[in-house]
């Protein structure tokens, strides 16, 4: 994943939570959803940007 030893093992034990990018790397590596990864119950929806 391109990571230190040091970050996974923080990663592994909750010590410290993934970055977003992280995230999307160990989704394309494990090729599943995110949704799985975050144990939602129901799938991530694109909404309305309010900045638009």
Same mark, same amino acid.
């Given at each position: 994943?391109? #990571?230190? +030893?040091?970050?996974?093992? &923080?990663? /592994?034990?909750?010590y410290? /939570?993934?970055?977003?990018? /992280?995230? +999307?790397i160990?989704?394309?590596?494990?090729? #599943? *959803?995110?949704?799985e #990864?975050? &144990?939602? &119950? /129901?799938? #991530?929806?694109?909404?309305?940007?309010?900045? *638009?």
């Amino acid at each position: 994943m391109g #990571i230190s +030893q040091s970050k996974y093992s &923080k990663l /592994e034990t909750g010590y410290q /939570e993934p970055t977003f990018n /992280e995230l +999307q790397i160990l989704v394309r590596i494990l090729n #599943i *959803d995110l949704n799985e #990864i975050l &144990k939602l &119950k /129901e799938p #991530i929806k694109p909404s309305k940007n309010s900045f *638009d």
